[in-house]
């Protein structure tokens, strides 16, 4: 979507617009342009994110000035905000699982409803997760309703993030002076790293890794379509990530960067903090250490570890293979937690060679062959994903 001329000329035209207008005008704009480009392609939704987005500032109203009890609210909110997000994205989920255990005791057949999910969902409720939260912790300054809905609807990072944290965005906005060259110059090339990743790499790399969907393949060949689907999802989501960055450069805001060459990580823990920065931020901080973190002993980090890389999973798609995929990822964060607390101190004592340019590319290298095995869980269905593993080794 993000890599269309009608797209791309309503950029030009809007950033436009942004500088040309008054710059106290600039945030009720912003939130005009947001909406009119969320409307346009998905005009059932915009009404109900709209009702959701004044509910959560109310909320966040109600917190501000203590009326209700600050925790109560907050933990009702949460419950709202996710419980939405669960009805639209994992409801059909869940049915199809017990679709099984209901029809013997019901003694019908049941049909799963058709549930039309917002897009972009799962950016928004994260989005007001964080901001009402952060409410709680008196971590936002008082503003207006324009400035949240501007946070909200900011359509550059609307469908596919970065997941934007409310304080940085509001600041820059409000603090604007007016246009500056810089802007076009930091924009521009990142909007156009952006499209050729996207265009020219990962549409080309996608006409392999579309292969491992593919039965009765050889070993080499789905080796072949796993590397391809590794570079694909890269440079088709950070090439999204470059253009959203871009464009919300023109408008004269710096979002988070979301990608830092994960595939150069040394380790799997390095990964996950060069991956998707701005969703494993907001899981650290919103999820990971309000279970505990890393404070507590072994098992309760274990214990965190699985649940949040098994959400992990689960908020990428509605299936079994893509749970999977997260707690995947989560042996490897503990096995390397295990690794570096029993085995390294004591490698360490017998020899320098952890510590040389050899072992950190061999790191690189196992990180890079452990998260390309993982993709494939991510792109098939369980069945297949078995399929292919067998095949391959």
């Known amino acids: 979507m993000l890599n269309t001329w009608t797209f791309m000329a309503y950029v030009l035209v809007s950033v436009f617009l942004f500088w040309v207008i008054p710059a106290r005008f600039r945030p009720a704009f912003l939130v005009l342009i947001s909406a009119g480009y969320f409307y346009c392609y998905y005009p059932k939704e915009v009404l109900f994110l709209l009702v959701l987005s004044m ?27 996710v419980g939405i997000l669960a009805y639209f994205k994992y409801s059909g989920f869940i049915l199809e699982n017990l679709k099984p255990l209901l029809e013997p005791l019901l003694q019908t057949r049941l049909s799963i409803p058709k549930i039309f999910i917002p897009i972009g969902i799962s950016y928004f409720t994260f989005k007001m997760i964080h901001y009402i939260v952060d409410i709680s912790r008196k971590q936002i300054e008082r503003h207006n309703l324009i400035m949240f809905l501007s946070y909200i609807f900011f359509y550059p990072i609307l469908v596919s993030g970065p997941i934007e944290r409310f304080q940085p965005f509001s600041k820059q906005l409000r603090e604007s002076a007016g246009f500056q060259r810089g802007y076009v110059m930091e924009g521009l090339p990142r909007i156009g790293s952006g499209l050729f990743k996207k265009i020219v790499l990962a549409d080309t790399l996608g006409a392999t890794a579309v292969l ?9 060949q789905y080796w072949l379509a796993s590397l391809a689907f590794t570079l694909q999802l890269y440079f088709d989501f950070s090439g999204y990530s470059d253009m959203a960055i871009g464009i919300s450069r023109l408008f004269g805001i710096r979002v988070m960067e979301n990608f830092n060459w994960p595939y150069l990580a040394a380790n799997i823990s390095d990964f996950w903090k060069r991956w998707h ?73 017998k020899t320098d060679f952890m510590s040389s340019a050899p072992a950190q590319a061999l790191g690189v290298l196992l990180t890079f062959a452990f998260v390309n095995i993982g993709w494939i869980f991510f792109a098939c269905d369980m069945e297949q994903s078995i399929y292919v593993l067998k095949h391959l080794f």
């Open 212 to 220: 491992l969907q593919q039965p009765d393949l050889l070993a080499w």
């Open 55 to 81: 509910v959560v500032y109310l909320a966040g109203v109600i917190q501000d000035r203590e009326v209700l009890p600050r925790t109560s609210l907050t933990i009702g909110t949460v419950i709202l905000l």
């Open 277 to 349: 920065m701005s969703l494993t931020g907001w899981f650290r901080d919103y999820l990971f250490i309000p279970l505990g973190g890393s404070r507590g002993n072994l098992s309760m980090i274990i214990r965190n570890t699985l649940i949040v890389m098994a959400v992990t999973g689960l908020w990428h798609g509605a299936g079994w293979h893509f749970i999977f995929w997260g707690l995947y990822h989560a042996g490897g964060l503990i096995i390397l937690r295990l690794y570096r607390k029993y085995l390294l101190p004591v490698l360490a004592q």
